[in-house]
T-cell receptor
Framework: KQEVTQIPAALSVPEGENLVLNCSFT??????LQWFRQDPGKGLTSLLL?????REQTSGRLNASLDKSSGRSTLYIAASQPGDSATYLC????????????FGKGTKLSVKP | GAVVSQHPSRVICKSGTSVKIECRSL??????MFWYRQFPKQSLMLMAT?????????EQGVEKDKFLINHASLTLSTLTVTSAHPEDSSFYIC????????????????FGNGTRLTVT
């Protein structure tokens, strides 16, 4: 069964700290992996998409890495800000329907001022 | 950027009634849209794929007669929860596809803000 696990489930850090969110997946035959941000009661905003042939992607203070062979991805957030507080979701695409992503349960991040 | 509008954002209905949720692509045409459901503290899960002008494709375990999907135009898909029960209470989110994963380095999926359904 294809499963995506995110650890930790919740994280609280002081402003300015660098942090890492973890995502692991059971089946390494992925097409790509995405990191999303979800604000309370809101939809998803795509942060980074890593294709299976890539090792990492960067956008501003965010860096996502992918290690297919070990079934892991990390999202690194540099110099965290209170505005980064949200739930971060990892989602893996294995092919087929373009919307058929396998989502983790998310990591709820709280950045304290 | 591609904007997807979902309405209503929140709805409370009585058990046995039907509820319609709309998903619109505001500045692009979406031949394919997707409907997801997210129970509290659970993962987001795909319910169905909505294709303009044809029948929706439902994921295993999703009752097509209970969750009616209509994609009558290139900018609108609707999800109707028929004869709603308290166990249908959930967060429903739609997304629209603007490209394919194999040709993109940015996500081709654009999500609405979701609908919180509470059935009493």
């Amino acid at each position: 069964k294809q499963e995506v696990t995110q650890i930790p489930a919740a994280l609280s850090v002081p402003e300015g700290e660098n942090l890492v969110l973890n995502c692991s997946f059971t089946d390494s035959a992925i097409y790509n992996l995405q990191w999303f941000r979800q604000d309370p009661g809101k939809g998803l905003t795509s942060l980074l998409l890593i294709q299976s042939s890539q090792r990492e992607q960067t956008s501003g203070r965010l860096n996502a890495s992918l290690d297919k062979s070990s079934g892991r991805s990390t999202l690194y957030i540099a110099a965290s800000q209170p505005g980064d507080s949200a739930t971060y979701l990892c989602a893996v695409y294995y092919g087929g329907s373009q919307g058929n992503l396998i989502f983790g349960k998310g990591t709820k991040l709280s950045v304290k001022p | 950027g591609a904007v997807v509008s979902q309405h209503p954002s929140r709805v409370i209905c009585k058990s046995g009634t039907s509820v319609k949720i709309e998903c619109r692509s505001l500045d692009f045409q979406a031949t394919t849209m997707f409907w997801y459901r997210q129970f509290p503290k659970q993962s987001l899960m795909l319910m169905a794929t909505s294709n303009e002008g044809s029948k929706a494709t439902y994921e295993q375990g999703v009752e097509k007669d209970k969750f009616l999907i209509n994609h009558a135009s290139l900018t609108l898909s609707t999800l109707t929860v028929t004869s709603a029960h308290p166990e249908d209470s959930s967060f429903y989110i739609c997304s629209a596809l603007t490209a394919t994963f194999t040709s993109s380095y940015n996500s081709p999926l654009h999500f609405g803000n979701g609908t919180r359904l509470t059935v009493t």
